[in-house]
Structures are given as structure tokens and as C-alpha cells.
């Protein structure tokens, strides 16, 4: 066999260990850091909040019962559904199996999609503080639906 001869290594003065030295200064700071965050943290969390107070991050946040009307189609002639809306982000407030997507923007414009086995639905239209309105299109069981809905804030 050829190559290079191996050399040694002198031993080194310490015995080897798992981590490297660290400093103590740097140590001190993260532990200091590390227990200030945890303080400050604490002290959020126990802070007083005014009972009662919602802090919805848009108006149209809330409970909201939509009703939909069939116009064509051989869809249910109507349908309720509850809705909640939380930082503009619609879902679905029940039971039934249905899987919800929807948005509302700051200015009110609302758009949701809504399935149920093979039946969909999409809708848009625009959310006032304590009501809504807007059409939809779809597809039912056995044919293409179009109808309206219209919403309006639950009491809580």
C-alpha cells in the first residue's frame, strides 16, 4: 500500500469533552434574556383584561346565519347554515358534514366554498356590519344550481 504516512497527533493537556468551552459573559446574557422573556411573558398572560371587551380583528367578525335561496336548478328549494367569522375567515358553524373555505376583505367583499359529498357551492357578495347579501352558483345532485343568500349577525 502507498500514500502519505500517518502521522500522530500530540494529546492534548485536557481530557476531550461533549461541548465546547463557552464563555461565561455570553452564558450570563442568555440566561438573563431567557428569564426576562419568561417574566415578561408571565406578566401578559396574568395582565387584566376589561371583561366583556371582544377583540375581533375586523367588524364582521361573529356568528352569522346565512340563508340560502335555490332561483334554478333542482337544488333544495333553501338552506340555513350557521357561520363564524373570525380575522375575516369564514367557516362553517354546525354538524353537518360540510367543508367550508371563505374570506371576507376589510371593505365587506365576502366569497365562500362550500361542499358537501358531490354538491357545491360558490358564493360572493358583500357583508355590511350586521347584514350580508349575495348570489351563488353550484351543482347539486343531479343538475347545476344558481341562487341568492343573504346573512345577518347572530346574537351572542
Do not use: F
Not at 504516512?5 to 461565561?24: A, F
Not at 442568555?30 to 411573558?41: D, K, N, S, V
Not at 377583540?55 to 364582521?60: D, K, L
Not at 357583508?127 to 341562487?147: E, F, H, K, M
Amino acid at each position: 500500500m502507498t500514500g502519505r504516512p500517518l502521522t500522530s497527533h500530540p494529546p492534548t493537556s485536557s481530557p476531550p469533552t461533549s461541548s465546547p468551552p463557552t464563555n461565561h459573559r455570553l452564558t450570563h446574557h442568555r440566561l438573563r434574556t431567557t428569564a426576562l422573556g419568561a417574566i415578561l411573558t408571565t406578566l401578559l398572560a396574568l395582565a387584566p383584561y376589561p371583561t366583556g371587551t371582544a377583540y375581533a380583528r375586523t367588524i364582521y367578525d361573529g356568528a352569522w346565519s346565512v340563508l340560502i335561496v335555490t332561483m334554478s336548478g333542482s337544488c333544495d328549494p333553501s338552506y340555513r347554515y350557521g357561520l363564524l367569522i373570525n380575522d375575516g375567515i369564514v367557516s362553517y358553524d354546525g354538524i353537518a358534514p360540510i367543508t367550508m373555505q371563505g374570506r371576507v376583505t376589510p371593505k365587506g367583499a365576502v366569497r365562500v366554498i362550500l361542499q358537501s359529498g358531490g354538491q357545491w357551492a360558490d358564493g360572493s357578495g358583500k357583508l355590511t356590519r350586521n347584514r350580508g347579501a349575495g348570489v351563488w352558483r353550484g351543482q347539486g345532485v343531479s343538475s347545476a344550481c344558481t341562487g341568492t343568500w343573504l346573512a345577518e349577525r347572530r346574537d351572542n
